[in-house]
């Protein structure tokens, strides 16, 4: 089998040969957008699910689908320590400046823009990341109190008032969106309330690991009436099969039914690691159709790049102590695990690893399904723990 012509993409965000199991998802988001753009009131969205689900990948989908349907489009990553205005400033101005080129918006959108200029202004001296080009002078009194809710609600009221006049809608699609600090995220959850009770056209569309649907709620109580929150999860075996044989099959290859079902079976049906399998075994095998017994001879290969390429950048980023609280957790199994039960495995008290598992949840590691459960946010991670590190001993 021809390597150079091998159609699968294991990769962070890198899309799939055959995005499966999504249409769903990608039809509500449409018929969002097109209920706001008429000025009908529709739920913005924050998709969650663990790592590896495609929830990247379906975001970068989505705004290429609204980006189509001719509606303003704005792309966010929320990396760790970096501020939301410092995120959004840059975005805005360059929505408010093709707002602009529009006639009927011109005048509504050079407003924004001196919104802009003044929200920048007014919070540069909290947030000193902020950067971005100034076009107008603010407008006294506009959107430049130095308050991060009541300026970026303005903020946002501006722009929709322009995207409206213009008869579209800006949308705001950002990733990563639980790394947002939960002060900064009630400012944005405030903002698009208040756009969506006065009809304006600017919706926000979020992706984030599960603890984000808490974190939004404790930000604004609300926030549960404001958003959808579809959860992406592993696909369905006949979605799974479809992401295995189609891309082969339109390179005229094939795959025996029982090497999907082993690789089905391998991944658990999350989309990433369907696509590292599917991967290796194209690599492993001689010729068409590809064998069960092909799929077996890449596990190796497989799991060695799973190992370095998705799950040990992971592990790399936690403490000593935090690598034994998660060893002592795939000791039990892949989870939710009762916390009681993980300290116990330790032989310390539940308390002793509070700052641990508070540690852990802010990096994105862990998260709680319920009140004193733990779990991972990354599919199949007990199985690398158990192969990266033994289990310590207990004092």
Known sequence: MDPIHNPYSPGAGTPPPELAGRDELRRRLDVAIGRVRIGNPAKSVILVGLRGVGKTVLLE?????????????????????????????????????????????????????????????????????????????????????????????????????????????????????????EEQLAALITALHRCAQQKLPVMLVGAGL?????????????????????????????????????????????????AVDRIIDMTQGYPYFLQEWSKQAWDTAQRSPITPEDVQTAEPLTVAALDEGFFKVRFDRCKPSERRYLRAMAELGPGPHRSGDIAAKLGKSVNTFAPVRSSLINKGMVWSPNHGETAFTVPLFDQFMRRAMVMPEVA
């Open 61 to 181: 989908q989505m705004r290429q689908d609204a980006d189509r349907s001719g509606v303003h489009t704005l792309r966010l990553e929320a990396p760790e320590n970096r501020s939301l205005p410092a995120l959004l400033s840059p975005q805005l101005r360059l929505a408010l400046l093709k707002l602009s080129t529009i006639e009927s918006a011109k005048a509504l959108a050079q407003r924004g823009l001196r919104a802009l200029a003044g929200f920048a202004k007014a919070l540069k001296v909290k947030y000193d990341d902020i950067e971005v080009g100034i076009d107008l002078e603010p407008e006294l009194g506009l959107a430049d109190n130095g308050d991060l809710e009541g300026d970026l609600t303005t903020l946002l009221e501006q722009v929709g008032l322009a995207a409206q006049q213009a008869q579209t809608v800006v949308v705001l699609f950002i990733d990563e969106l639980q790394y947002v600090e």
């Open 210 to 258: 599960p603890q984000l649907v808490g974190k939004a709620g404790k930000a604004k109580s609300y926030a549960e009436r404001l958003f959808d929150y579809p959860v992406v999860g592993p696909l369905s075996r006949a979605d799974a099969a479809l992401a295995i044989t189609k891309p082969a099959e339109n390179l005229k290859v094939s795959f025996a039914p029982a």
